[in-house]
């Protein structure tokens, strides 16, 4: 079980302020904090600060929910084929 905790700041500019985690399950009960401050509600990014630039000889891997999806009868090994595919 996880206790987490948000700390918003009252007045005019609610932002968070801290998160607190705590592993309530864990031996000791370990906690992770965060303080947040100095918000920048307005930033000035150039769009190229967003842009992937991979290294040369870099190559695309497709996450399991690109990856083609085969039927029941495809993901069962063949008997004529000695279970191999």
Do not use: C, H
Not at 16 to 37: D, H, M, T
Not at 46 to 67: H, I, R, Y
């Amino acid at each position: 079980m996880v206790d987490f905790q948000v700390w918003v700041a009252d007045g005019d500019r609610p932002l968070p302020q801290r998160v607190v985690i705590s592993y309530k399950q864990a031996k000791g009960e370990p906690q992770f904090w965060a303080e947040f401050s100095d918000w920048n509600l307005a930033p000035a990014l150039d769009a190229s600060t967003f842009l992937a630039k991979p290294p040369d000889g870099a190559q695309k891997v497709a996450f399991a929910a690109q990856l083609p999806r085969l039927s029941p009868a495809a993901r069962k090994p063949s008997a004529d084929k000695g279970g191999k595919r």
